[in-house]
């Protein structure tokens, strides 16, 4: 059988290395021998997320595992398809058991297979949480606490590894694999799991508990508008609303908290291009899943160990505008790269758009601004503020409201200036109206009374003028008299 190693069937017990890169042997007891994962902490906590198993279960875990580390060639095991290893290690396993007489059920047993070839093969103890689709993040505090995000709710697992050394392992082999290393001389690392999840590392000594690992688990279908007006995100005549601004060329700026859904709105928003556009796609981790046929995805790349090769955003950006692009979507604008997305914005590829971090439209111009008044270009704020005001045409707000549930706040027009404040017109709010007895929030979308939009012409042009203003007066709250309500203020 493949990778066995002759006469140790596993009868000694001693203290493993930690886990590891398989490709990286340890010397134990004068013996070269491959670095293998810990199986992992005996105490779990009782969780939703983790089955709990009695003490038992872990002490014959722990030999079972150390006989199999004995027995087999891990580094040979990592040259093999995970199939292919799983079914090597169940193999092995079935005998060890066997061989020590081990009392188990089949369930149990299948159990400790799955666990084993988790900490094996796998992500250890992490597995459980990769493979719910349910979960949005994955947060990971030390060895001992990690936390998840279900439902908008932030949740505490029994999830724990054995130590932060077996952690540190976890989070070595995530980053090794798209050519990343993590350690106290890098101690800051982005990466991607195989299935497009966005992972960030930073491990001691900067973070001070031990490994902090943050997953943003990738959804394989990303929310789509119906969705959205399905969790009630937005009514539908807003995602109406949301679907015309993105089809008639408009530039959009999606802002909002962290987690707060931009990039899902962003994703949506491009739901409405048209088939026949050129899109090029800008990211920091590619997360956006466009529909369209026509379409470059772009990423930008950390310096290498030497601190060298580094493209960033700017970049990319900058080079989008040698490609021919009718669109460009930029994940995240968080630096220098503001200035060049307006540029282009400006310069004939009408309908780009981009995501910052703000916490309100008014906020979102302040900003792009110092964005662009830190990224060293030495323009007048005026200037600067002119440039945004004829560059971005709406922006839509994202938020995660404190009963957890994201909503689109706003749906704003940057309207023009004034002296040198940039001017703002809310189209469509969320209204906030009270609380349930669960402290649910209830609300409501609203239009503003805003007959015409800034963007009426465009939107002949794309003949959409009707749905705008069936979408809008729809929208409409009225008094009992039948007269519009402005918009609410304080
Ligand atoms: N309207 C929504 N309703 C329910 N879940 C949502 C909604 N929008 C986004 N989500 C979920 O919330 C999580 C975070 O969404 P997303 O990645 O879009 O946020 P983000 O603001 O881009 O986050 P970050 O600041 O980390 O880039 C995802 O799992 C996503 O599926
Ligand atoms: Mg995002």
């Not at 508008?225 to 937005?234: D, R």
């Amino acid at each position: 059988m493949f990778g066995r190693r002759s006469n140790e069937a596993g009868n000694q017990r001693r203290a493993l290395p930690q886990a590891g890169a398989p490709a990286a042997p340890a010397k134990v007891g004068g013996e070269v021998k491959p670095v293998a994962a810990q199986p992992s902490q005996p105490k779990a906590e009782p969780v939703e997320s983790q089955r709990k198993h009695s003490e038992e279960y872990y002490d014959v875990k722990t030999t079972v595992f150390n006989a199999l580390i004995d027995t087999i060639d891990l580094t040979q095991l990592a040259k093999l398809e995970a199939a292919a290893a799983r079914e090597e290690i169940r193999d092995i396993v079935s005998e060890i058991i066997q061989l020590k007489n081990v009392v188990m059920s089949i369930a149990e047993q299948e159990e400790l297979l799955e666990d084993i070839c988790n900490d094996v093969l796998g992500y250890g103890p992490l597995e459980p949480l990769l493979a719910r689709d349910d979960i949005a993040d994955i947060m990971v505090n030390g060895a001992t606490t990690t936390f998840i995000e279900v439902g908008g709710k932030v949740q505490k697992t029994g999830v724990r590894f054995a130590d932060n050394a077996q952690l540190m392992n976890i989070c070595q082999r995530i980053v090794s694999q798209v050519g990343r290393r993590v350690d106290e001389s890098s101690p800051i690392c982005d990466a991607r799991l195989p299935d497009g999840s966005r992972v960030n590392v930073i491990a001691p000594p900067l973070a001070i508990d031990g490994p902090a690992l943050t997953i943003r688990k990738f959804k394989k279908d990303r929310l789509r508008l119906e969705q959205l007006v399905k969790f009630g995100s937005i009514s539908p005549a807003g995602k109406t609303l949301l679907e015309i601004i993105g089809r008639v060329r408009c530039n959009i700026l999606v802002s909002g908290g962290t987690g707060s859904g931009k990039t899902t709105l962003l994703n949506c928003l491009t739901g409405s291009i048209d088939t026949d556009e050129r899109i090029i796609t800008c990211e920091d981790s590619a997360e956006l899943q466009l529909q369209q046929p026509h379409v470059v995805r772009l990423e930008t790349r950390p310096p290498n160990l030497e601190g060298e090769g580094q493209i960033t955003m700017r970049d990319l950006v900058k080079n989008c505008l040698r490609m021919r692009p009718e669109r460009i979507i930029v994940g995240e604008v968080r630096g220098p790269e503001a200035f060049d997305l307006l540029q282009a914005m400006n310069t004939g590829h009408d309908g780009s758009m981009g995501t910052l971090h703000a916490n309100s439209p008014r906020e979102a111009i302040s900003r792009m601004e110092s964005m662009i008044m830190m990224g060293g270009f030495a323009l007048p704020t005026k200037t600067i503020r002119e440039m945004i005001t004829g560059s971005v045409d709406v922006i839509v707000q994202a938020s995660r409201l404190r009963d957890g549930s994201r909503k689109i706040t706003h749906i704003t027009e940057v309207v023009g200036m004034e002296g040198e404040v940039v001017t703002l017109q809310n189209l469509f709010v969320y209204e906030i109206t009270g609380e349930d007895a669960n402290g649910k929030i209830i609300g409501r979308h609203r239009s503003t009374g805003i007959a015409r939009p800034r963007f009426w012409e465009r939107a002949q042009y794309y003949g959409e003028t009707e749905r705008v203003m069936q979408a809008l007066a729809s929208s409409e709250v009225r008094d009992e008299l039948g007269n519009t309500i402005g918009e609410h203020h304080g």
